[in-house]
């Protein structure tokens, strides 16, 4: 069996990618402020004064954590995640704060699932899942176009079934 090199992959994800990240962290924050102002509200003089005060630095928070959920975050997620099907493997490269690389060789894969969440739906986008027997040798190629991803999936799952055929 050859070695497959760690290398970055030559994809990016889809623009669109960078929208709808932003979105997940306005999500997120909206959530966040929502209790952050509840809770400061509605029990405010019955909390302890060590709570109060970590809620008042929460709030003066928000404004920085929105900056970088909504703005930093997504663009530089853009940045990292990567992807690459070649004949020997699947490569993906993402995270943005900790970036993790998988390669996933051709003949290890098991079964390739398309998925599009609400928000991906929105924005046009699909995530491919790559499964082999062994969850740690899994991976995905996260926030694709729809077309791009069903087309990627479906030639993976041949190849992975060719492999598989030649094996046998």
């Given at each position: 069996?050859?070695?497959?090199?760690?290398?970055?992959?030559?994809?990016?994800?889809?623009?669109?990618?960078?929208?709808l990240?932003?979105?997940?962290g306005?999500?997120?924050?909206?959530?966040?402020?929502?209790?952050?102002?509840?809770?400061?509200?509605?029990?405010?003089?019955?909390?302890?004064?060590?709570?109060?005060?970590l809620?008042?630095?929460?709030?003066?928070?928000?404004?920085?954590?929105?900056?970088v959920?909504?703005?930093?975050?997504?663009?530089?997620?853009y940045?990292?995640?990567?992807?690459?099907?070649?004949?020997e493997?699947?490569?993906?490269?993402?995270?943005?704060?900790?970036?993790?690389?998988?390669?996933?060789?051709?003949?290890?894969?098991?079964?390739?699932?398309?998925?599009?969440?609400?928000?991906?739906?929105?924005?046009?986008?699909?995530?491919?899942?790559?499964?082999?027997?062994?969850h740690?040798?899994?991976?995905?190629?996260?926030?694709?176009?729809?077309?791009?991803?069903?087309?990627?999936a479906?030639?993976?799952?041949?190849r992975?079934?060719?492999?598989?055929?030649?094996?046998?």
């Amino acid at each position: 069996m050859t070695e497959l090199p760690l290398r970055s992959p030559a994809h990016h994800v889809s623009p669109a990618a960078r929208w709808l990240w932003a979105l997940q962290g306005a999500i997120f924050l909206a959530v966040v402020a929502a209790v952050v102002l509840v809770v400061t509200t509605a029990v405010d003089d019955q909390l302890p004064g060590w709570l109060g005060t970590l809620l008042a630095v929460l709030r003066w928070l928000l404004v920085p954590i929105a900056v970088v959920s909504i703005v930093v975050e997504p663009m530089w997620r853009y940045r990292v995640h990567r992807w690459e099907v070649t004949d020997e493997a699947v490569y993906t490269l993402e995270g943005w704060l900790t970036r993790t690389w998988r390669i996933v060789p051709i003949s290890r894969i098991q079964t390739v699932d398309t998925t599009r969440g609400p928000l991906q739906q929105l924005f046009g986008l699909t995530s491919i899942s790559v499964r082999t027997a062994s969850h740690a040798g899994s991976t995905s190629i996260e926030q694709l176009p729809a077309d791009v991803a069903e087309r990627v999936a479906h030639e993976l799952g041949l190849r992975a079934n060719a492999v598989r055929d030649e094996a046998t």
